[in-house]
């Protein structure tokens, strides 16, 4: 694995949306400054069908992380929603909408030095009750923490911490959908996005946790604005306590905004994927945030470009700033989708 510390120093060039003031060098304010921290969320990633078919003939299953895995390993935590469970009973799904990834897929999420992956979105059954739980040990097992779900309703709901420069950041998963058309019951293994639920998982693992990031599964599939049932979650979210709402599942960027001292990114887009037929799919951002010590000073996007699978930070053309409120949203879920 890439070492974070011996890698990529902080791109330039990043907009942000608060840029609090440095102290001079050598002042006594400069000589007490807390060591600053920076996380990086990716958004979808799917380690099967075409992506996986190139692994194989590429004889790499890190192969579609090759370019931006220095990008995410220079990060002090990194975060992404995996789109496809994990196991090893029969082979990877090679099309259609039912997802399964080979075990040894997690090579690219291991390149990349991913700490975080939320498994909580409608894809998380397509492996059955096995995948899972497959799932959770196998991320476990390669040092990446899966949020979103559990062994049990608790532990989904529980989030993990991860500790980082003497901070503890926590993280939460949630998602509209669990089922992906196929179930008729609901797996309380896996967080639902229930606003009285999250409030209180919220504030509950405040308690373990400095600053809080809230990872979000919903929204309308293709659409550049976020729908109601993503304003509400992540205003919510921000207003009970978390620092970052990371949103996923449209599977293009959706903007991003600055609420009271938190941001939320509503949809990153996709990070590693193979969907071809739209360009707006070929394209994500990531979210970057820099703490210092438990506050966020600054924030903004890297824009990703997708080519063949494999994403690559792209030229800065004209950067996405913030938002003052998404406007034009409507309707309450999502419909199934990819």
Known sequence: MISRRATLPLLAGIPTIRAIAQ??????????????????LGGDVMLTRFVGRL?????????SFRSIAPVFAAADIAFVNLESPFSDHGSPTEKGMIFKAAPD????LELAGIDVASTANNHVRDSDSYGVEFTID?????????????????????????????????????TYDQANGLRTDVDDRIAAMD????????????????????SMHAGWEYNPRPNKQQIDFAHAAIDAGAAVVAGHHPHV??????????VIFYSLGNLVFDQFQRVETQHGILGEMIFSGNKMVRAGTIPV??????PRVAP???????????????GAASPPGR
């Open 316 to 330: 800065v053309k004209t950067p996405a700033g913030p938002i003052k409120s998404p406007g034009g949203a409507g």
């Open 23 to 40: 102290p001079q060098a050598g002042s006594s304010v400069a000589a007490q400054a807390k060591p600053e921290t920076r996380l990086l």
């Open 305 to 310: 470009d997708i080519i063949g699978t494999v």
């Open 138 to 174: 196998w991320l476990n097992r390669h040092g990446i923490a899966a949020v979103g779900t559990g062994k049990t309703a608790d532990e989904a709901h529980a989030g993990v911490v991860i500790a980082r420069n003497g901070v503890r950041f926590g993280f939460l998963g949630y």
């Open 55 to 63: 692994a194989r003939q590429q004889q790499d299953p890190a192969w």
């Open 253 to 262: 960027v959706q903007p991003w905004e600055h609420r009271g001292a938190g």
């Open 105 to 108: 897929m997690i090579a690219g």
């Open 195 to 214: 606003l009285d639920r999250m409030r209180r998982d919220v504030a509950s693992i405040l308690t373990r946790a400095d600053a809080v990031i809230v």
